[in-house]
């Protein structure tokens, strides 16, 4: 099966900044749209960014201004660059990927395994 793979996780200090990168697989016959979401401990998964194959990118308020998503169709690889770092950020960050594999019609969700995230004070 296709799988994404997140890298570029790790401890900083907050105001400092961090880019996560999200590869995925070579067998999807389309991308419809990649992501990130995370997940603070004992808290809900939320939406942090997402990006069309086309480039238009939608980001959510908490992190506007700070966080920039991009995407590498070539590649098949997405970015997160976290600027100005808050505590608040800390999460394990998810990769998402919304697209076809050979021979789907139906377009589905598929997930990383996560990349921790920590802010100190």
């Known amino acids: 099966q296709g799988q994404l793979v997140e890298s570029g996780g790790g401890l900083v200090q907050a105001g400092g900044s961090l880019r996560l990168s999200c590869a995925a697989s070579?067998?999807?016959?389309?991308?419809?749209?990649m992501g990130w979401y995370r997940q603070p401990p004992g808290k809900q998964r939320e939406l942090v960014a997402t990006i069309t194959s086309g480039g238009t990118p939608t980001v959510v308020d908490s992190v506007k201004g700070r966080f920039t998503i991009s995407i590498d169709n070539a590649k098949k690889t997405v970015y997160l660059q976290m600027n100005s770092l808050k505590p608040e950020d800390t999460a394990v960050y998810y990769c998402?990927?919304?697209?076809?594999?050979?021979?789907?019609?139906?377009?589905?969700?598929?997930w990383g395994q996560g990349t921790q995230v920590t802010i100190s004070s």
């Open positions: 998402n990927l919304q697209g076809l594999r050979l021979f789907q019609t139906l377009v589905r969700d598929y």
């Open positions: 070579g067998s999807f016959s389309r991308i419809v749209s």
